[in-house]
């Protein structure tokens, strides 16, 4: 006599979705690509850095919408355990990693966003996305006082640096975790977010 599918136990999946997997991947290269961007703008040519810092928004602005898309996507489909024989302070601290990196995925694009928003010449000079649409700045923002405005665009932009090392350090952090678990302890994680 077979069990009818509703009294079947649930086995947690093994890999993650392919919509995760290529969401994953996607905010990674573009994450990594703007910080290629921002580090590079000072030392380059000067007509080349206002098309490099308008890619760099449109950019940022594309991983602040994949990122909620894929803070959905996780809530609504479920992640594949982690390997039962990893050490409780090493799962705790991969959930961690993750809530940080995810915090870091709106916080950096948010923070470059309210900082371009209190930048003094931004009614002056619109915001594309990819040169394709005016992108709009954050009103509330742009409406405030004169002097405050600068005082914020110093103290975003601050926090938007600030937000990068932090994601650098994770980032670091992340990979190495899974390097070492690859390599060292030979209990492979990677296969469960290669495509």
Do not use: C
Not at 88 to 102: D, F, N, T
């Amino acid at each position: 006599m077979t069990t009818p599918a509703h009294f079947e136990s649930y086995d947690p999946p093994s890999r993650y979705t392919r919509t995760a997997v290529s969401l994953h991947w996607l905010i990674a290269v573009l994450m990594i690509a703007n910080v290629v961007l921002g580090l590079s703008a000072d030392s380059l040519p000067d007509d080349w850095v206002r098309p490099v810092i308008d890619t760099h928004k449109s950019i940022g602005i594309t991983v602040l919408g994949l990122a909620l898309m894929r803070i959905l996507w996780r809530v609504s489909h479920r992640p594949p355990a982690l390997p039962a024989v990893f050490p409780k302070w090493e799962r705790a601290a991969a959930h961690l990693a993750h809530l940080l990196l995810y915090a870091l995925m709106i916080g950096l694009p948010l923070s470059g966003w309210l900082h371009d928003s209190a930048w003094k010449d931004a009614a002056t000079h619109p915001m594309r996305l990819f040169d394709l649409f005016q992108w709009p700045r954050i009103g509330f923002v742009m409406h405030l006082d004169p002097a405050l405005k600068e005082r914020l665009h110093d103290r975003f932009g601050a926090l938007h640096t600030w937000l990068g090392y932090g994601l650098y350090a994770l980032l670091a952090l992340h990979i190495g975790g899974a390097l070492k678990h690859q390599w060292i302890d030979r209990h492979s994680v990677l296969k469960r977010m290669m495509p």
